[in-house]
């Protein structure tokens, strides 16, 4: 019904490109969702005949008293791997009382962001650090980033929210540091941890950016390729 409402009457109207922001009814859907938005990207497009660019804002943080809402921000950012989108962090920018916080200002610079670099030439970078590898080795993770920009840094002096399991899957709290554009996480009661994730909680706020402001994504290893 939305569509054919509000989607079908524009097309073919010549369109520079689409912001997305996503609503909250598909919280506990992420697997639905992985399947979901990137066919619903390709769908437009295909009826515009256009490939044009689609940026998306991740989710923010709210106290949906469940747990899910990491689990769908994981598979916005397994989004990205549709051509031609790019997505904003808002881990930094949310407020676990209000499913709508108020920070719509720079939610907006980011996708301006993107379309900056993108569309325009700009050049700066618009995007947060985003997980390319992970490997385990010597009783830690160790991970690499995308978009690290100038460096890695955390911003209130110290990384918080990363989180290690065994074959498991019982995730207990970990120490994580930076070392160069890699993030190295242990737990001193782990020995041979298997799985690692970072701001995986409903509430979870961001503490790992880039030097150029950009907060890093939620991400688990359970879902990296």
Do not use: C
Request: proline residues 6%; glycine residues 8%; negative net charge.
């Amino acid at each position: 019904a939305l569509y054919n409402a509000m989607i079908h009457p524009l097309i073919p109207y010549q369109i520079a490109g689409a912001i997305w922001y996503q609503g909250e009814s598909n919280v506990g859907r992420a697997e639905q969702y992985q399947k979901l938005f990137p066919a619903m990207i390709t769908d437009w497009r295909e009826r515009w005949e256009q490939d044009f660019p689609f940026y998306f804002v991740q989710i923010a943080p709210y106290n949906y008293g469940n747990n899910l809402s990491p689990a769908l921000r994981d598979a916005q950012r397994l989004s990205l791997k549709t051509p031609n989108t790019g997505m904003v962090v808002t881990l930094d920018i949310g407020n676990p009382q209000n499913i709508h916080p108020a920070n719509k200002q720079d939610v907006g610079r980011r996708l301006a962001g993107l379309a900056l670099e993108n569309q325009y030439g700009q050049d700066l970078l618009s995007s947060g650090p985003l997980p390319q590898t992970v490997t385990f080795e010597g009783g830690m993770a160790k991970i690499t980033f995308q978009h690290t920009g100038s460096g890695l840094l955390a911003k209130e002096g110290s990384l918080t929210g990363f989180e290690l399991a065994g074959t498991d899957k019982a995730f207990v709290s970990a120490v994580a540091k930076i070392v160069g554009k890699t993030v190295e996480v242990y737990s001193p009661g782990l020995t041979d941890p298997a799985y690692v994730r970072y701001a995986y909680q409903d509430i979870s706020t961001a503490s790992l950016f880039n030097r150029e402001g950009l907060p890093a994504s939620s991400f688990s290893s359970e879902n990296m390729e």
